[in-house]
Structures are given as C-alpha cells and as structure tokens.
C-alpha cells in the first residue's frame, strides 16, 4: 500500500523531468537548425558562386560512394591506354622483351656481329658471331626445330641450318656434322665437331635469322664473355 502511494506521490515527478529533457533535446536541434540556415544565408549574401560550390562539394561527397565503381572503370581503361602506349613506344625505339636461349657453345665471342674491320683496311659484314670454345666443347641446339639444310663451304667446313619456329639458327666451321637434313631437333642436341683453324683455334661460327634477316646474336644469346 504505501508503495503503490510512493509510486502515485512520484509519477508526477517524473513526467514533468521526462517532459523538460525532451523539449531542451527539441530546443538544441532548432537551435542547430537556425544556426546552418544562417550560415547559408551568410554565404548566399557573401558569395553566391562560393555557396554553390560548397553545395557541390558536399554533393559530391555524399554522392561519391556511389561513383566508386564507375571511377575504377576509368582508372583500369586510362591503365591500359597507358600500356598500349608503352607498347607503342618500345616498338617505335626497336626495344622489345626479346627471348633469351642458353649459348651453342661455352666460349668467348672472339669476331662481333656486324661491319668488321680488318688489318688490311678490308671490311665486311658479319651475319653472326664467331665464339672461341672453352676446352674441347661441342656446339649444341639452343631451340628445338628441323634441320633444313647441311652446306659444304669448303675450306671453312659445314654449315648447319635449322629451322625454329620463329627463327632460323646457322651453325659454322664444322669438320664432321652428327645431324642429317630433315631430323627433328631438341634443345641441346650435338650439332658436330669443330675444325681447327690455320691458326691453331677452334671457332663456332652462329647466326640467328628473324624473318630473313640476320640479327644480332648478342641479343638473343646469354654468351658468357667477350674477347
């Protein structure tokens, strides 16, 4: 009884406090309310073009959750553009990702790739490189592919010629050749035996032909060294 009568003596209390705090919690958002109208009434008169920028930005950030998507759409499509441009110009300035193959013999290059000039004032054009082996090596196939064509030269022995699937390999200055005309090749297959030249050396003569075109065997070959 008398707590059913605390109870009834305090309702009242409690309904006033209850009714206070929610008009004050009213009270505070009109008050925030008046405050950002005003400021933007400050704005308009201050600026007009600034208050419409500041709109638009604020626009922007609560719009642009919603952009992600589309904006990586367009950071992948300016990603290849940029690609296909490098792509461009490596191609323009003749630089390529070219495929590197092991050497056709252990050695050093002893005559370069190119003009070649000679004590004697001589010059002419070398399609390949010749490469002096370490001891007694053999040369070998760097690419598997078909023995198209065994050629006697005479004084500077046999040349070997095989086609690859993008290139075509030329293996020179050969006294016996192990390989016949028309046989498939692997990588690393024993090509024949070297001559021994008049002065006293054994060299490799190797080309390497793109598109019927000799080509720099440098840049294609991991040679060890250079004389």
Known sequence: MNKKI???KYRGIKNFLRKRFHYKRQLKRFICILIILSLILILKVINNKLTSNIIQIINKGINYEFSIKGDGKKILNY???????SGKTL????IKNKPMYSSPIEGAVYK?????????GSV?????????PKDEKEPIVIEKGIVSKIEDKNTKGYFVTIQHENMTTVYGYLIEVYLREGE?????DKIGT???NKDGNKYLHFEIWIDNVP???MEYIKFSKSI
């Open 124 to 132: 002419n054009f070398n399609n390949g490189v010749d490469i002096i």
């Open 79 to 85: 990603s290849k553009k940029l690609l296909e441009l």
């Open 112 to 120: 370069p790739f190119g003009e070649v000039k000679h004590l004697d």
């Open 184 to 188: 498939r090749v692997n990588i690393g």
């Open 91 to 94: 191609e323009a300035l003749n």
């Open 6 to 8: 605390y109870s009834n």
């Open 215 to 217: 080509v720099n065997p």
């Open 194 to 196: 070297l001559g021994t």
